[in-house]
């Protein structure tokens, strides 16, 4: 068995509502509420969920980036949260974020080159002269060319500009990558690209992802296991062949059912069951009561309108949040 | 079928420092009565200028209509005033955009913003007009219309206003609906019931619709006739089925296959090579040919014309043309 990389206990993340003169606090947004992830090393766990669904905070509260309520992260056993500034700027080259956007993050006066290799630097990890030959090492496993490294980002296309994403976070040799919807601003024939190009160097490199999308055919793809998540609770979790083979909650097979398929409409013989939620998600400010999906849920019955689900094991890797499947 | 658009040699450039972009270039189709036509490209593929360009929203002097005639229910579009155009937009031809919230005034209630149209185009005075607008707001699935009336945009989802987008589009009854992305911006649970619901009233109304995407998935979704698109021109048509089941052109088959599909999981997705070319800088030649798998040396120094194949598809490309060496 190998070891658990980043260990995820009840992870909570409240967001403040602040009101009135003195901004008094007066309620909170609970972004993510009580969460748990294990994720082995070289595994690829997707995160998927609806705007609102609290996927993004938990990468960014893995990461620090924003502050925990209650509950722990544990990167090869040490927690994060614990770790004074100092200890954890020495840990972050290990733990990596790629974004949706990465013009957004890239300097427009800075080369490309020296963008990515910027890290290497800063941490230490690199003279500039090592640097550059790591860097060169890196742009060409994301197939990038030598002579990009001296131009500039604008003069990159959206799909160049997500492999310069993710050479800059490849480049400080990383244990494990978040990526928070990185292809989805891509276009189709790119996306393919990228997704080819993660998978590649997951077997290459032997990294750990936790993959953040909302897009349930892209994560198919790319991850082994996978995670549902609606308004800040996990929904379900199982193996990609068991969740897409049986799901069990009414979320996930309403959320499978709405992804459009390329087969025309007016072909499909085996017109599957679709489920159409009806509503839009409920504000997270005010979820409801009990399980948090009863709103939309087209089985509900008392009992979800009044006790929360517990999460519990379904059989094999399968756990779900459910009071009826 | 009776025609309600016919697209005559459409070309729309835009001028910039550097030279002119041919962000449409020469491309001709019709939209028959009570047909859906989905045009679907990548982009800077030219798909949203299209839709522009028929609504007369191209912003001169950055960009022009150089070339072309549309013909929209006996009149020729272009040669229209500005004052002519205005009674046709909105009235028979209606507009939806991927973004609700861009396109409604955040200080004015939605019932209000409904009510618009009604009084300038229909007639109707204030009341009529409000009564109106409580039916299309129940019509496009928003339960508590007369709430919902009073609302203001910044109070509703993003699945909301779009529906509240649709209901001023259809306002008027409109012979052809528009809708460049409508759903891109959406989660696929309330996307879902948005395509449903457009599907529904257009079938309801017998009314035509010209939807512009990138997803392959919405096309299967809703689509009567497809329009494939790639740096400008049209490289492929065809009536969906056709389309999907048997696409020719070696772009329509990249996109059909590079698209990651539920439960059939590759180990290696396919991809096509490359990427669009810059559009300032277009030879003579197929433009998808750096890209292609096939490449004749045709392929390099001639653009292909669309060509008639079975039933109403048409393809764009050298590998179909007669006399064309095959290996």
Redesign the interface.
């Known amino acids: 068995m190998t070891e658990a990389l980043l260990e995820v206990n009840h992870l909570k993340t409240y967001f403040p509502i602040t009101s009135g003169l003195f901004n008094r606090t007066v309620g909170h947004v609970k972004a993510v509420d009580d969460i748990s992830i294990t994720l082995k090393e070289g595994e690829a766990f997707g995160l998927v969920g609806?705007?609102g669904s609290g996927k993004s905070t938990v990468g960014k509260t893995i990461v620090r980036l924003a502050d925990k309520t209650s509950g722990e992260v544990k990167f090869k056993g040490i927690d994060l949260h614990q770790l004074s500034e100092k200890e954890l700027r020495k840990l972050r080259p290990k733990l990596q974020l790629i974004f949706q956007d990465p013009y957004s993050s890239l300097n427009p006066r800075v080369r490309v080159g020296d963008a990515i290799g910027e890290a290497l630097i800063n941490h230490g990890l690199a003279t500039k002269a090592e640097a550059r030959e790591l860097v060169l090492e890196v742009m060409d496993a994301c197939g990038l060319s030598t002579y990009h490294y001296d131009r500039f980002p604008h003069e990159f296309?959206?799909?160049?500009r997500q492999r310069i994403g993710i050479a800059r976070a490849l480049v400080l040799n990383p244990d494990l990558i978040i990526a928070d919807e990185p292809v989805s601003a891509l276009?189709?024939?790119?996306?393919?690209?990228i997704?080819?190009l993660f998978?590649k160097l997951q077997v290459s490199r032997g990294l750990t992802y936790l993959f953040i999308s909302?897009d349930?055919?892209?994560v198919?793809?790319l991850c082994t296991r996978i995670g549902v998540m609606y308004l800040g609770t996990m929904m379900e979790t199982a193996s990609r062949d068991e969740l897409?083979r049986n799901p069990l909650h009414p979320y996930t097979k309403?959320?499978?059912?709405?992804?459009?398929?390329?087969?025309?409409?007016?072909?499909r013989k085996d017109q599957k069951e679709?489920i159409?939620?009806?509503g839009?998600?409920p504000n997270p400010a005010n979820p409801p009561s009990g399980c948090k999906f009863h709103t939309r849920c087209p089985f509900a019955t008392d009992i979800c309108r009044e006790q929360l689900p517990v999460f519990r094991h379904a059989g094999g890797d399968h756990y779900i949040a459910c009071h009826l499947a | 079928m009776r025609n309600v658009m016919e697209i005559e040699h459409l070309s729309t450039y835009f001028y910039t420092r550097e030279g002119a972009v041919k962000a449409v270039n020469d491309i001709s189709f019709r939209i028959r009565e009570g047909e859906t036509v989905c045009i679907v490209g990548e982009s800077g593929s030219g798909k949203s200028v299209t839709a522009l360009s028929v609504m007369g929203l191209i912003e001169e002097p950055a960009g022009k209509i150089v070339e072309g005639q549309i013909h929209f229910d006996g009149k020729q579009l272009l040669n229209l005033s500005k004052q002519e155009l205005r009674t046709i937009r909105g009235n028979d031809i209606a507009m939806i955009f991927q973004e609700p919230m861009s396109s409604l005034n955040p200080v004015i209630p939605i019932g209000k913003q409904i009510m618009e149209p009604l009084k300038t185009h229909q007639g109707l005075n204030k009341k009529e007009a409000k009564r109106r607008a409580i039916e299309l707001i129940e019509l496009v699935g928003i339960s508590r219309p007369e709430q919902i009336a009073e609302s203001y945009p910044h109070q509703l989802s993003g699945g909301m206003l779009q529906r509240v987008m649709i209901a001023m589009a259809i306002s008027c009854e409109p012979k052809l609906l528009i809708a460049d992305e409508p759903t891109t911006a959406l989660d696929v649970t309330i996307q879902a019931q948005i395509l449903d619901m457009l599907d529904r009233i257009k079938q309801k109304a017998n009314m035509s619709m010209l939807l512009i995407t990138h997803d392959l998935g919405v096309v299967a979704e809703i689509a009567d006739y497809v329009i494939v698109m790639y740096s400008g021109k049209i490289v492929e048509e065809g009536e969906v089925v056709e389309l999907f089941d048997n696409p020719k052109h070696p772009y329509t088959q990249g996109l059909l296959r590079s698209k990651p599909i539920i439960g059939d999981r590759q180990d290696e997705l396919y991809s096509i090579p490359g990427q669009v070319p810059n559009p300032l800088d277009l030879k003579e030649s197929c433009y998808f040919h750096d890209r292609c798998e096939h490449c004749l040396p045709i392929c390099k120094t001639k653009l292909p014309q669309l060509k008639g194949m079975e039933g109403r598809q048409r393809v764009a490309c050298w590998l179909y043309e007669e006399g064309t060496h095959h290996d």
């Open positions: 609806e705007s296309s959206g799909g160049q276009d189709v024939s790119i996306q393919a690209q997704i080819n998978r909302h349930l055919s892209v198919e793809h897409f309403a959320l499978l059912s709405a992804v459009p398929v390329p087969i025309p409409k007016k072909k679709r159409v939620l009806s839009d998600i």
